[in-house]
């Protein structure tokens, strides 16, 4: 019964806090379309429908720290400026989509070619998207029948994914990546729920370094790198800021209140 209540608390909570960041409350995307970011900085304006990236098809495959580090993409849709030439000098979409870098032994296909035909019409409607694609939906449900489920978002524990090896991701992509020295990862810590009957939140590094590694987060989205440091509310992140960068987006949404509140106080 309690459990009933805290959910029903945390919900009531979230639509309020949600309307009181952006004043209309979105509808839910379906699991296939949840993570979709659109890119239209310069189609539109050279008579090609905008690209309609999914991010379940990449984050299966590469970390985020990968493409938004290393391959320099910012966490914000049409932040970066891509152009067809930046694809074809080996940037962005290009350090992979350049028809001759691999994934598990098959060419990864050329995003743009500077020799275009007519008969490359379908390799560029493979991102430039007319019209909905069913083939789309099929290949998200056979992919996503392979994985652990879990109720928001796009309907994948990505989290039990990783940790049972059912997906393995490659962090480092020759001729752009630097190799590191491994930090050591920071102790769980607690978060201290400010709502009375709420628990607290237990961060965990280590769930968050397998993907984001320390940049992606540090100092972009959060300034500090000492506890506390950094001050923020439930409505900042409902607003897309600190968590609610990728949490809503595209890691599990808000919704999922019990993913982050835990420990009871």
Not at 15 to 41: E, H, M, Q, T
Not at 67 to 80: Q, Y
Not at 95 to 119: E, L, M, V, W
Request: glycine fraction near 8%; proline fraction near 4%.
């Amino acid at each position: 019964m309690r459990g009933i209540l805290f959910v029903l608390l945390f919900l009531l909570l979230g639509s309020s806090l949600l309307f009181a960041a952006g004043g209309v409350k979105k509808k839910r995307p379906r699991a296939y379309d949840y993570g979709r970011v659109v890119i239209n900085n310069f189609s539109t304006s050279s008579g090609l429908s905008p690209v309609a990236f999914d991010h379940w098809t990449h984050r299966s495959k590469y970390t985020c720290r990968l493409c938004h580090v290393d391959i320099a993409f910012e966490m914000k849709a049409n932040a970066t400026e891509i152009s067809a030439a930046d694809n074809m000098q080996g940037y962005y979409c290009g350090s992979c989509h350049n028809g001759i870098s691999r994934y598990r032994d098959q060419p990864i296909f050329a995003s743009c070619d500077p020799a275009k035909k007519k008969t490359d019409a379908a390799r560029c409607q493979r991102c430039h998207l007319s019209e909905k694609d069913p083939q789309r939906k099929k290949d998200f449900y056979a992919f996503s029948k392979k994985l652990p489920s879990e109720r928001f978002g796009n309907k994948i524990s990505w989290e039990q994914a990783e940790a049972r090896g059912l997906i393995k991701l490659i962090d480092y992509l020759e001729g752009i990546s630097v190799k590191q020295i491994a930090m050591p990862i920071q102790k769980d810590f607690a978060i201290n729920a400010k709502v009375e009957g709420i628990p607290d939140i237990i961060f965990s590094h280590r769930k968050h370094t397998d993907w984001n590694g320390c940049e992606t987060c540090h100092p972009d989205i959060f300034v500090g790198v000492k506890k506390g440091s950094t001050k923020y509310t439930m409505i900042d992140i409902f607003a897309g800021k600190y968590c609610g960068v990728c949490h809503g987006s595209v890691a599990f949404p808000l919704k999922g209140c019990q993913r982050c509140h835990t420990e009871q106080p």
